[in-house]
């Protein structure tokens, strides 16, 4: 008889729960039927994705991706039974997390000018960006933590102000003045041999680039002046 009680209650807690689930997943729907092509065309995806990512939201599947990440390239791409459309989809993410992240940049920038225009040189959030008209040197002189690195926007062919820039920069890392510098060569978008020959060509130590002390990077379009260009910022330790 206790048996049977219990095996009753635990019937109704788990009715109660798969009910749960049941509303969870019904209520998941992110893309209208109505607005199928607007989406798509706002997403990169195609309106039989945005169909598939819906089934998917609407199926047990749904349980695991409402505990967490809801993110519709993510789900896809691992729903996914093809290499191609995972592909298609990873890459996507990629493009709609880096203009997130670079508006995320761009609010923290604004939030840093505020701090400083209400804290003084005191600010809670330190981007040197956001330093329009205010020695850098002065602000962090006393700020323990931080590492300073630079951005180097250079060329592979035909610089020698590229490369003098470099080796500057390179001594200043040995010397432990420099926690490191991130190279973006703004002549290579994709090709990664022109800039494995100039690496070469600089006799760059192996132990600093498998450190990260310095980082080999295609161009990002981010360079504001003539070349070389370099940015100064920070990082906590």
């Given at each position: ?7 009753v209650?635990l ?6 729960s ?6 969870e997943i ?8 109505n607005?199928f092509?607007t989406?798509?065309k706002?997403?990169g ?11 998917i ?6 349980f695991f991706?409402n505990r ?5 390239y993510?789900?896809?791409a ?9 592909m298609?989809y990873?890459?996507?993410?990629y ?8 508006g995320?940049g ?10 400083i225009e ?10 040197l ?15 323990g ?12 062919k ?11 920069l ?11 510098v991130?190279?973006?060569?703004v002549?290579v978008?994709t090709?990664q041999?022109?800039i ?9 130590p ?6 990260k ?8 379009g ?6 070389p ?9």
């Open positions: 008889m206790h048996f049977m009680k219990n095996l209650v019937f109704i807690a788990f009715t109660a798969f009910n749960l689930i049941a509303d019904t209520n998941t729907k992110i893309f209208s039927e607005n092509e989406d798509a706002r997403t995806l195609t309106v039989t994705d945005l169909k598939r990512f819906n089934e939201m609407e199926s047990p599947s749904a991706y967490g990440e809801k993110n519709v993510y789900i896809l691992a729903e996914s039974d093809n290499e191609a459309d995972r298609r990873a890459r996507l993410w493009e709609a997390e880096e203009k997130y992240n670079e995320l761009n609010a923290l920038r604004a939030y840093t000018k505020a701090s209400k804290n003084g040189r005191n600010p809670k959030i330190f981007d960006d956001a330093y329009d008209n205010i020695d850098v040197n002065e602000v962090f002189s006393s700020k933590g931080m590492a300073k690195r630079v951005k180097l926007y250079i060329k592979t035909d610089c020698v102000q590229c490369v003098q820039q470099f080796n500057g390179k001594n200043r890392i040995e010397d432990n003045s420099l926690a490191g991130d190279i973006f060569f002549d978008k090709n041999k022109p494995v020959e100039w690496a070469k060509n600089q006799l760059i192996p132990n600093l680039v498998k450190s002390k310095i980082t080999l990077n295609f161009d990002d981010k360079a504001s002046k003539e070349i260009y370099v940015q100064d910022y920070f990082l906590f330790n």
